[in-house]
């Protein structure tokens, strides 16, 4: 079943849908009457600025932590540093493009 039960307008909507409903991220799921919902997560991440895909990998994180809160030491010793560095393993990386020489692009365009 698809949102408001409508079929998709084209794949790229059937494809967005499981991206969202896949199980490592959560971000979406299928209610009882068969529509897709946002889940707790899903609705913060399309209220914030941050991407999907970041708000996923966190989500993922804190619930692989949540085993370990046991002795409830994981998230109230939890630093900033701890919280940058997590920032920092799931951003997302753009590599500018490199840079060739003169005569290398001379050589191509001939």
Same mark, same amino acid.
């Given at each position: 079943?698809?949102?408001?039960?409508?079929?998709?307008?084209?794949?790229?909507?059937?494809?967005?849908?499981?991206?969202?409903?896949?199980? @490592?991220?959560?971000?979406?799921?299928?209610?009882?009457?068969?529509?897709?919902?946002?889940?707790?997560?899903?609705?913060?991440?399309?209220?914030?600025?941050?991407?999907? @895909?970041?708000?996923? @990998?966190? @989500?993922?994180?804190?619930?692989?932590?949540?085993?370990?809160?046991? $002795?409830?030491?994981?998230?109230? $010793?939890?630093?900033?540093?701890?919280?940058?560095?997590?920032?920092?393993?799931?951003?997302?990386?753009?590599?500018?493009?490199?840079?060739?020489?003169?005569?290398?692009?001379?050589?191509?365009?001939?």
């Amino acid at each position: 079943m698809h949102p408001a039960g409508l079929e998709p307008a084209t794949p790229l909507m059937q494809e967005a849908l499981d991206w969202l409903r896949a199980s @490592g991220r959560f971000l979406v799921f299928e209610g009882e009457d068969g529509r897709v919902v946002p889940t707790s997560l899903g609705l913060a991440a399309a209220r914030s600025t941050l991407p999907l @895909g970041f708000a996923a @990998g966190f @989500g993922q994180l804190t619930r692989d932590l949540l085993p370990l809160e046991v $002795e409830q030491k994981v998230f109230s $010793e939890w630093s900033s540093l701890d919280h940058l560095l997590v920032v920092e393993l799931l951003a997302e990386r753009a590599f500018p493009p490199r840079q060739f020489s003169e005569s290398l692009r001379e050589q191509i365009d001939d």
